[in-house]
């Protein structure tokens, strides 16, 4: 009897054991007693009861990414592209994911589908390819909103590629060449320009400086010659002051020796000998000729 009831207490422990469930971090145990939702478990350690209770679902927390497969779409302007988006969500409501909707990932990519569509559809193919932002926000807002009662939060949308068709792509790189070429003409157009400019510039800038050198030129010389003709009155301006000065200084030393009056008479007939070596064509002969004539027999008598 003893080893029925060890052997009874044996499977109560074993039936204990096996129904502890640690629940790891970013995961959540849905749990349902007798078929119904009974709560959620979070992260630690859980007992659930033998037979009653069960695991529904056990939902991961983390972001997630969803890469969906292209989808064809139709522009404002009848133009079949191929759009493949990601989504990026988490998993905010463990109870709202597991009964809120059947296959929830399928739900989602057909509600991004239909939700890109209506979004493209409104623009043409030219705000497609540079609206990328604004068609990721709108459709994050829209697909945010539409997935809460799924217990399911998009945190972004990106649109991965978009494919036009062959024809408007073999279009679109001739119109970018033209651009492209357009651009390059421009530029070397603006260069030439530029340098055209520069050298009229040179042009004009050693043209005023060769005027203001020749200026500068003509300045220095008018100086010069300035300087030079000043220094040479100053020169006559001192030589007659010397001649002067050696007249007056001659006349002085006469004065001082007291001559007699054949000595002055000499001196009169040596100044008027000078007047006539010049260059004159007249000569005013003095009145005291015969007096000089005399005064040159007094001469001869003092040299004898």
């Keep these: 009897m003893m080893w029925v009831v060890g052997i009874v207490v044996i499977i109560v422990i074993l039936v ?7 629940v790891p971090q ?9 078929g119904a939702y009974s709560e959620t478990w979070g992260t630690g350690i859980h007992m659930k009861i033998p037979f009653i209770e069960r695991i529904s679902k056990q939902v991961l927390l983390k972001e997630q990414v969803a890469d969906f497969l292209p989808q064809p779409v139709i522009t404002k302007d009848i133009v079949t592209m191929q759009i493949d988006t990601v ?37 043409e193919l030219d705000e497609t390819l540079t609206s990328r932002e604004h068609v990721n926000s709108k459709m994050r807002v829209i697909l945010d909103e539409a997935t809460d009662p799924w217990g399911i939060k998009v945190n972004r949308v990106e649109l991965k590629n978009i494919i036009p068709p062959r024809e408007i792509q073999d279009a679109m790189e001739k119109q ?14 603006e260069g030439e320009k530029k340098s055209a400019i520069l050298v009229a510039e040179g042009q004009k800038e050693s043209i005023i400086l060769a005027a203001e050198a020749d200026k500068q030129s003509t300045i220095l010389r008018a100086e010069a010659s300035k300087e030079a003709k000043v220094r040479e009155a100053e020169g006559e301006a001192i030589a007659i002051i010397k001649v002067q000065e ?9 004065n001082d020796a007291k001559p007699s009056e054949q000595v002055l008479t000499i001196k009169s007939l040596e100044a008027f000998a000078k007047a ?6 007249k000569i005013i002969v003095p ?13 001869k008598e003092l040299v004898n």
């Design 16 to 22: 204990l054991i096996t129904n502890i469930r640690i």
């Design 87 to 123: 989504l990026y969500f988490q998993i905010t409501d463990a109870k709202l994911y597991t009964y809120g909707i059947e296959n929830p990932i399928i739900a989602l990519e057909k509600l991004t589908a239909t939700t890109l569509r209506n979004i493209i559809g409104d623009l």
């Design 176 to 189: 970018m060449k033209a651009e492209r070429e357009r651009r390059e003409a421009i530029l070397r157009a």
């Design 287 to 299: 009145s005291q000729i015969q007096g000089i004539a005399a005064l040159a027999g007094s001469i």
């Design 26 to 34: 970013a995961k959540a145990f849905v749990i349902e007693r007798l």
């Design 276 to 281: 006539a070596d010049g260059k004159a064509t």
């Design 246 to 254: 050696a007249a007056a200084q001659g006349i002085r030393l006469l």
